[in-house]
């Protein structure tokens, strides 16, 4: 029964993608604005995951949004929505990673993040922020393709078809990604467990 | 039960925590775990690498974010596709009307001989049109009218000429200006043609 109700509810997901590509092609305002409304979020988080840092994730998520509306002409359902978005995002984060190595450099863990909640429990927040910086550091010593690969499964839960597809690889490639990037993040937390 | 390898058993650990592994092979790994110990360990610390992995200093942006977010990437589309909103709103086919109608205002105020342009009031025009249109498609057309000093009436005409023909917000601008301000409005180039050399005469 779950499996029919997924079944139905990923036909009426795909049919609610469709009409809203056929309205961004016509270039319908309000379907640009859904369209942001509804992945700024995950486009945001990725893109974080992938640059550990809120202005080039910001940065990104936009760059990604503004290609969409340039490109959406040349968007020919031959993935889904979603795919083609992520993988738009996913190629401009790994650009942008290139383009700024150095900042990899720089322990990012000390500086503010904006806008986030104050946590309600500060000695539990002060041992996450230790641990997070550590994991920082980890990810961030992850070739980049790697580190897409695990942002995309482990973070969003994306299966590997649909992750070779986003990052332009094989589906075997995928695998041995997050296979050899688990071993490297779990050798360099290995005193932390 | 299938006697599995070690290699095999370990190539599937991050798939079974993930809850992948079904069936037949999940009782197998299972089996294999309760009775290889290095296999088990390599479990536990897979285990305890992927619940540190879930809290990496990721936080939820605030609800107050995404409105800033938002405001930022309409400004952002407005300068990198040279559109704003309110154009990609207005009906293709409602500036065509327009255009015709400052088309022919323009033609018989600001090109009759004698008539005296306003560069200032074209300019006060521009600069307020340029504020709301801020660096729409239109701007570097209308730009050049009020370099020449032309009336408002001409400038209207540059604007609504360009944007039925030259704007389709779904390709890139440059490639549709130049084929508006190319082909698409010839008698654009002639008009701009007769401002010039009155301004020369002048």
């Not at chain 2, 521009?126 to 009218?145: C, Q, V, Y």
Request: hydrophobic share 40%; net charge neutral; proline share 4%.
């Amino acid at each position: 029964m779950s499996d029919r109700v997924s079944a139905e509810a990923r036909e009426d997901h795909g049919r609610d993608s469709a009409d809203l590509v056929r309205r961004l092609k016509a270039g319908d305002e309000r379907a640009f604005e859904e369209l942001v409304v509804e992945y700024r979020e995950r486009l945001y988080r990725v893109a974080w995951r992938i640059l550990r840092d809120d202005e080039m994730a910001e940065d990104a998520a936009q760059e990604a949004f503004i290609k969409v509306y340039r490109h959406i002409g040349r968007f020919q359902g031959r993935s889904s929505l979603y795919t083609w978005i992520y993988r738009i995002t996913v190629n401009i984060a790994l650009n942008k990673l290139k383009r700024d190595r150095f900042r990899q450099l720089l322990p990012l863990g000390d500086l503010p993040r904006m806008d986030h909640r104050p946590s309600a429990d500060p000695a539990r927040e002060a041992l996450s922020s230790e641990v997070a910086s550590r994991i920082d550091q980890a990810v961030r010593a992850l070739p980049e393709k790697q580190r897409a690969v695990f942002t995309l499964k482990f973070y969003e839960g994306l299966g590997h078809k649909e992750i070779a597809q986003i990052v332009g690889c094989s589906e075997g490639t995928s695998k041995a990604n997050y296979f050899h990037a688990i071993r490297k993040l779990r050798k360099e937390l290995e005193d932390l467990r | 039960m299938e006697c599995r390898s070690c290699n095999w058993i370990r190539d599937r650990l991050c798939a079974l925590i993930e809850g992948e592994v079904v069936g037949r092979d999940r009782e197998d790994i299972e089996e294999h775990l309760r009775s290889c110990a290095e296999c088990a360990d390599e479990y536990e610390s897979l285990q305890r690498t992927f619940e540190l992995l879930r809290d990496d200093g990721y936080r939820e942006p605030s609800p107050f974010y995404w409105t800033r977010f938002n405001a930022r990437l309409r400004r952002r589309l407005r300068e990198e596709t040279g559109v704003s909103a309110a154009q990609r709103l207005v009906p293709r086919l409602v500036p065509v009307a327009v255009g015709i109608a400052f088309f022919a205002v323009g033609l018989s105020l600001g090109l009759r001989p004698g008539a005296q342009v306003a560069p200032s009031a074209g300019q006060q025009f521009a600069s307020r049109s340029a504020a709301e249109s801020d660096g729409s498609i239109i701007s570097a057309r209308s730009k050049l009218l009020v370099e020449t000093g032309a009336d408002r009436g001409s400038y209207a005409f540059a604007a609504d000429t360009l944007k039925p023909d030259g704007f389709d917000p779904m390709t890139e601008e440059p490639r549709v200006y130049l084929a508006a301000s190319e082909s698409a409005a010839p008698e654009w180039a002639e008009m701009e043609r007769l401002l010039r050399e009155r301004l020369m005469r002048e």
